[in-house]
């Protein structure tokens, strides 16, 4: 999701590792801060695989900065990725919000609604936290006020969702 990130960034004007790092950073939230000993390897795949142009150019003070920013089969990369998201990339809270943040790059709404789509199917699948054997338990399955709370909010959130995404694919 980092590269995702960094395209997905790159793709609406050039910017400084600095300033991309922030922007990141502000995305995947305090729960998965970006180091530098992650974004400057993903940034030096990208470049080496041709999807970004670096560019160095003198700084306010003595030190040079490097100014990245997409090429065109940057931007190819970042709609494959987007167009082909499914798995973990629509499971996992955060990485389909890293999706869904440059959704709107992708020219096409059939190809967003299809993302949107699958989303949806996954959201609609019976899920909890906690299981009886196979069976997910829900709210009213326990006694812990703490797993009450988890199964609550986790509801209340799938139901906004839900009705979002059927509003959007509407």
Known sequence: MLELAILGFLAEGPLHGYQLRHRIAYLSGHARPVSDGSLYPAINRLVSAGLLDRRTEPGASAAQRHTLSLTEAGRCELLHRLREADGLDISDSTRYFTVLAFLSHLPETADQHAVLRRRLQFLEQPA?????????????????????GMLTIARATSRAERSWLREVLA
């Open 128 to 148: 909890s936290f906690f299981h009886d054997g196979d069976r997910p338990l829900g709210v009213d399955d326990t006694d812990d006020p703490y797993r009450r």
